[in-house]
């Protein structure tokens, strides 16, 4: 069947430094893959989305890779602040999306 | 601002209950899906739509059945509420035709349901 994962321990992480998040899927070749933040007691807010022609993709402080060799997407969050200390899921699927369990992101003033 | 508007934020049903849960949009987006998320198991994918009177199962349909008379409105109804079906439920929508689109989806806010 197929799977998303994400590391299910928190990422604990200083301000100012990269955060650095995985997603590994197995048993599909998704053509996209997406990335959501999600706020306690909140519905997930999409990030970016990035294809599999595209190695890399960048808004503002995050960036996004894709490696279909590796089957894995990085999530980096550059210069962290602890506004960003939140849980950030990977999701694909072309015409309904399947997630990943999400990586809780805590930034330490 | 485009939205999508869950009609509870929390909700209190007792077992047994016929529950129905809201969810509307204001994009004229095609696409609509309900999703609970439990700890430890993610968001799940309960029931979708395409398209107006048009549903399908998702992969916990179990318990459920869903309606969308109008393009911006999709209810999702818990026939016979169980103590299992306590979950935060989050409904989302996004354009373009056969659910995909580059924009990604817009969720809702969530309801939490408790059923005792």
């Known amino acids: 069947s197929q799977k998303i994962e994400q590391n299910s321990e928190a990422l604990n992480i200083q301000e100012g430094k990269t955060a650095t998040l995985t997603c590994n899927y197995t048993?599909?070749?998704?053509?996209?893959l997406q990335w959501y933040r999600q706020d306690p007691g909140r519905g997930p807010v999409f990030l970016l989305l990035i294809r599999e022609n595209e190695k890399e993709k960048r808004k503002e402080r995050l960036k996004v890779t894709f490696d279909t060799t590796l089957k894995q997407s990085l999530f980096h969050i550059t210069a962290s602040q602890p506004a960003d200390s939140a849980t950030y899921l990977c999701a694909y699927g072309n015409n309904r999306l399947a997630f990943g369990k999400g990586n809780q992101v805590v930034v330490i003033p | 601002d485009v939205k999508v508007t869950q009609s509870s934020r929390y909700l209190v049903k007792r077992t047994g209950e016929k529950v129905f849960l809201e969810c509307v949009q204001d994009?004229?987006?095609?696409?609509m899906f309900w999703y609970r998320q439990d700890p430890g198991l993610g968001l799940r994918l309960i029931y979708f739509s395409y398209d107006v009177k048009m549903k399908e199962k998702g992969d916990i349909p179990e318990g459920y059945s869903v309606s969308r008379e109008k393009k911006e409105r999709f209810s999702l109804i818990l026939e016979s509420a169980s103590t299992n079906q306590t979950s935060m439920y989050l409904c989302?929508?996004?354009?373009?035709?056969?659910?995909?689109?580059?924009?990604?989806?817009?969720f809702g806010s969530g309801t939490r349901l408790t059923v005792v």
């Open positions: 994009m004229d987006h095609e696409n």
């Open positions: 989302a929508s996004t354009p373009g035709t056969g659910g995909f689109s580059a924009s990604g989806y817009t």
């Open positions: 048993n599909y070749s998704p053509a996209y």
